[in-house]
């Protein structure tokens, strides 16, 4: 079941976020549960994010300001991950 959760999380944006360590992010995803539902996590948020600021009362929806601000928390998460990993 692992490697179906894999296939689904988009790795480009954890990649594109910590270019230098795109490949101990692949063999993390495919051997950490742990790791790969913080992955996953962020991929939805910044997904949500993107969503909810396309809506026309962006402005006033409180979920941008959340998606915000989880978004660099879970960014923090995968960096100390990564640097346990290394």
């Not at 063999?27 to 996590?41: A, S």
């Amino acid at each position: 079941m692992a490697g179906s959760s894999v296939q689904r999380v988009d790795l480009s944006q954890v990649a594109a976020r910590f270019p230098r360590d795109s490949a101990l992010i692949r063999r993390l995803m495919l051997r950490d549960e742990t790791f790969r539902g913080i992955c996953e996590e962020y991929v939805l948020a910044k997904a949500s994010l993107s969503w909810f600021e396309t809506q026309p009362n962006a402005d006033s929806r409180p979920e941008v300001a959340d998606f915000r601000s989880l978004i660099p928390s879970l960014e923090l998460e995968i960096e100390q991950f990564l640097r346990q990993a290394r």
